[in-house]
Every structure is written in C-alpha cells, then in structure tokens.
C-alpha cells in the first residue's frame, strides 16, 4: 500500500515523558488519534528505529518517524446552520448548543454537526483536536443543549483543555427527573464503566477493570407532583456520567430512551402522571431533559475567571411551565 504521509522529528525537551499517540496527535492533525493509535499498533510509526505502544512514553533526543499508509481523516465540510453564540472574543466562542446537533463528524452524523457551523462562521479555529474537530475542547451528548466552548487557537484551546483535565472548571446542569430523589441534596460517588451487555449505554461497575471514578453534586431546585427540577455539578467528566449516576439512583433523567426516562413526555402525563390515549395528547418533550446551563472556566489570556450561562430551550421551559402550572 501506498505511504500517504511521511514525518519525522525529533522529542524535545518540552515533550519528555508525553505519550506516542499525544505526542503524534498534537503534530498530525490531518489524522484522527484512532487513526495514529492504529497506525502505532501495526508498526507504521518507529521510535529510534524500533515500534513501541501507543502509551510509551518519549524521552527527549529521541527520534519518531512515521510513514502512515492509510488516507487522513475528511476536513468537515462549512454549512450555514444558526448558532446561538452566547459570547466570543479574540480567543474563544461560547455557543449555546440545541438538541438534536452532534458536536462533531461522526459514524451516521457527517452532516449538520456544530463542526460544520463552526467552519461557516468562524475562519480561524484551533487546531489541537485534529482536522475533523476544529476548535473543539469538549463535548455534550447529541440531545444534551447548553453552554459549549470553543477555541480559536492552539494556545487557548491548549489551556482550556488542561483546566478540564486538572478538574478547575465548573460545570452546571439542570435536568428533570422521573421521581423525586429522597435526598435534598448529595453526592453520588460511584465509578462509572461500559454496560455489561449494551454497547450504547454505560453503568455504575465498582468491580470492572474499566471502571473510573466519578461524582456528582446534586440539589433539589423544585419538586413538583412526581417530576423534579435538579441542579447537578459534576466533579468529574465520565461518558454520560449524569445519567448514569441518576438512573443508578433510581431517579432517570425524564425523556432519556437510553436510561429509562419515559419518552415521549405529554401534556397528560406531565399534569397527572398517566398518559391519555387520547390523539390530540401531542408530546412536549422528545428527548432527555438535561442542559448544561452554566460553565465557569478561566479566561486563556486573562486569567480572570469567566462564567458563560444558557437559557432554557423552549421545549424544556415549555415542560416546566406545564409543571409549574
């Protein structure tokens, strides 16, 4: 097979002790990191002449060559999707994600994803996460709305990324659920790893070997009839980890198909908690009802903190309003 990239550099001291697979990521992104983890494996990428793992660890002096075969990843195309930006400046956008829009390319989802709008509004963006994720630090699920930020450069992307990895930022969210906790506040400490039987869904496994802790701090905003209104503060970032934490609780995230919420939520059911069989009972809300609502980070250039919030989406406002009513 043809070699379609070649790249050779030597570490240096900055880079000691930074893992093959990162170290390739941050200087090939023209290539996706499974793409390089992949290409590590099956020995297209030398460390001194010899193959090494994807986790080794480079010392500095030490010379990577790749000659990569495979075909680099496709740029995302721009299309001209609205976005809701709720701040932005010369460093970093702050967008108020809806439902339904993926955050990046993906398997069954190339299209209409906050990549693509990205690439229509905005002509520079960073680099860091690769050519298929320009600009982008973190993620919220497909149907999960709220604040998302993004960088526009390397550097700002760079320092945003270490905060949410050293755990300094502070992330809120607010979410119904199907019952009302007992508790009016707690943690929930309880390692989080893949489900043992469905691919798509992750679950509390204190045993797995791919368990990694996770918690979340969570509070009774309001309590309605057989719904409640909570504000959740997660301490760490696991897969789906507010979900997870309240399905394993006893109380799902209303609407979420995946973990147990009850979809679709109507008028009927919100006011009396029985469905009507009734045609007209449209529904109100199609989706799990979780938005991330505020997000406190600190700003790249000038240190200071800075907190960016998201209304409520009318379809989570309209719920509430029902309850409330």
């Known amino acids: 097979m043809a070699i379609e990239h070649r790249y050779s550099c030597q570490v240096a001291p900055e880079d000691d002790t930074v893992r093959l697979d990162k170290f390739l990521a941050l200087r090939i992104p023209t290539y996706s990191r499974?793409?390089?983890?992949?290409?590590?494996?099956i020995g297209e990428v030398t460390v001194d002449g010899r193959t090494a793992k994807p986790?080794?660890?480079?010392?500095?002096?030490?010379?990577?060559v790749c000659e990569l075969t495979s075909p680099s990843v496709t740029v995302p195309q721009a299309e001209n999707i609205p976005l809701d930006i709720l701040y932005e400046d010369e460093e970093l956008i702050a967008i108020n994600k809806p439902s339904q829009m993926v955050v990046h390319p993906a398997k069954g989802h190339w299209n209409g994803t906050l990549v693509s709008a990205l690439c229509h509004h905005f002509k520079q963006l960073s680099t860091v996460g690769g050519a298929e994720r320009p600009g982008i630090i973190h993620r919220l699920d497909r149907d999960t709305t709220g604040v998302i930020v993004v960088a526009k450069n390397d550097q700002s992307h760079k320092a945003i990324a270490k905060q949410f990895e050293h755990r300094t930022t502070k992330k809120e969210y607010h979410c119904l659920t199907l019952g009302i906790p007992d508790r009016d506040r707690d943690?929930?400490?309880e390692p989080i790893g893949p489900h043992p039987?469905?691919?798509?869904?992750?679950?509390?496994?204190?045993?797995?070997?791919k368990a990694r802790n996770a918690q979340s701090f969570y509070q009774i905003?309001?309590?309605?009839?057989?719904?409640?209104?909570?504000?959740?503060?997660?301490?760490?970032g696991r897969t789906?980890?507010?979900?997870?934490?309240?399905?394993?609780?006893?109380?799902?995230?209303?609407?979420?198909?995946?973990?147990?919420?009850?979809?679709?939520?109507?008028?009927?059911?919100?006011?009396?908690?029985?469905?009507?069989?009734?045609k007209d009972s449209e529904p109100i809300l199609m989706r799990q009802a979780l938005h991330a609502a505020k997000l406190t980070i600190t700003h790249p250039m000038?240190?200071?903190?800075?907190?960016?919030?998201?209304?409520?989406?009318?379809?989570?406002?309209?719920?509430?309003?029902?309850?409330?009513?």
């Open 240 to 278: 789906h980890q507010i979900r997870v934490h309240l399905h394993h609780l006893g109380y799902p995230v209303l609407a979420d198909k995946l973990y147990g919420g009850r979809n679709p939520i109507t008028h009927q059911f919100l006011t009396t908690g029985r469905d009507s069989n009734e």
């Open 302 to 325: 000038s240190g200071s903190p800075i907190t960016f919030e998201a209304p409520y989406p009318k379809d989570l406002a309209d719920t509430i309003s029902i309850l409330r009513a």
């Open 34 to 41: 499974v793409q390089l983890r992949n290409a590590i494996v």
């Open 187 to 189: 943690l929930i400490d």
């Open 55 to 64: 986790s080794y660890k480079l010392k500095s002096g030490q010379f990577v």
């Open 197 to 209: 039987y469905v691919r798509e869904r992750m679950a509390v496994r204190r045993d797995h070997p």
């Open 221 to 236: 905003l309001e309590r309605f009839r057989h719904v409640a209104l909570l504000q959740v503060r997660p301490k760490t």
